[in-house]
């Protein structure tokens, strides 16, 4: 047998719809259903989403407790208060940048480096 030789498999209408029903029936699980007839599990998927059978699909359920909600809450409002203020530090940043300037410009200075070389403001 030469790599690129592959079985392709054919799978009839009935077939296909019969492990869909076995799935509903809850006699087997998908994963037992596969290696029982030797499907692959994502062919399996294929038939779901074809015959629009959402309710077999794997599902995942997100469980919490109130604790783990405040405990959220409480971490995103922290995370909003810590964006807002970082926001005011990159404002009060460029105010003193701007209020540099003005003040190299009114002194005379050829720049905003100078002025801060003249006062021994590390930049």
């Avoid at 790599?3 to 077939?15: A, G, Q, T, W």
């Avoid at 296909?16 to 499907?39: F, V």
């Avoid at 998927?45 to 919490?64: A, C, F, G, P, S």
Wanted: include cysteine; aromatic fraction near 6%.
């Amino acid at each position: 047998m030469y790599r690129n030789d592959k079985v392709i498999r054919r799978y009839s209408e009935p077939f296909k719809l019969k492990i869909l029903a076995e799935l509903t029936t809850g006699k087997h699980t998908k994963s037992e259903l596969c290696k029982l007839y030797s499907i692959a599990p994502t062919t399996v998927n294929e038939w779901i989403k074809k015959y629009n059978r959402k309710d077999l699909m794997n599902t995942r359920v997100k469980v919490e407790t109130k604790d783990e909600i405040s405990r959220i809450k409480a971490l995103q409002k922290e995370i909003e208060q810590l964006k807002k203020l970082l926001l005011k530090k990159d404002l009060d940043a460029m105010v003193l940048d701007s209020y540099l300037e003005v003040a190299a410009e009114d002194l005379g200075y050829k720049s905003v480096a100078e002025l801060k070389k003249k006062l021994s403001i590390k930049p």
